[in-house]
């Protein structure tokens, strides 16, 4: 079952690229028809743009990501001789190669992991995890964190976020020309009938870009999160840990330091956000509903 899945998120790796990569060229052609008139311009344009995100996301994840976050990387055992070897003993169960080892000085309880495959993976944990947790509950974590990396969902996950940084730079880039009268360009052809149903067509995919790619790189974090949490299971044997450490996350503040863009990739909602409209934007699928699954196991 497992390996199955792990072929299945290659294949969805394939898929998320092709569906963002629309996303992103019909961004591009709605960006063109607005400011110059040429859809095809635009389109170039996205593409280059999302093709740099991609180069740059791929061969330098777990930097980027690290970064965005504040987290410090750890080079020794002897920085953190615990977290450490709990890693080490995870990825050895979990048969992966050693990941590299990174805190972040926040004193919600929290953890993630990234990288573009699992010898070049990163597990990165929060200062509160590791003074809130005590080592059942952190190997559950550690457990899932690692799941997450032999399942393959730190590609998946590495390249929809780099194609939502993508989609974000190409509105951005449409507000501030919006700002600067960019737009005026198109006055003279903005009289035919044609002309303006175009313009809003276009103004409307460029202001529900962003949103669409939010919803499906959620979606992709929910499903992924069920998985992981049954897969840390399978490494720990013992889902009491897990179950332990979800409720412990779950009741504490929101982080400081977390990068909104990367929230999806964390084992709990980094910002404790609760939805009124089900869990179409929601990042992580409840607490409650993962605790149950564990506890059926």
Sequence with gaps: MLYEQIASNKRRTWVVMFGFGLLVLALGAALGDV???????????????????????????????????????????????????????????????????????????????????????????????????????LEGVIGHEISHVRNYDIRLQTIALALSAAIGLLVSFANNWFWWGGSRRRSDDRDSGGNVIGIVISILLIILAPLAASIAQMALSRNREYLADASSVELTRNPQGLINALRKIDDSQPMQAADPNSSALYIGDPFKNKKKMGDLFATHPPIADRIARLEKM
């Design 35 to 137: 400011f110059w008139a040429n859809w095809v311009s635009g389109t170039v344009i996205a593409a280059v743009v999302a093709v740099v995100y991609m180069a740059i996301m791929i061969s330098q994840s777990t930097n980027v990501v690290m970064s965005m976050n504040h987290a410090k990387e750890i080079t020794s055992v002897d920085q953190a001789p615990q977290l450490w070897h709990m890693i080490e003993d995870m990825a050895m169960v979990g048969k992966v190669p050693m990941p590299r080892v990174f805190i972040i000085n926040d004193p919600s309880p929290n953890a993630f992991a990234t990288g573009n495959d699992p010898e070049h993976a990163a597990v990165a944990v929060t200062t509160g995890i590791m003074d809130r947790l005590d080592r059942e509950e």
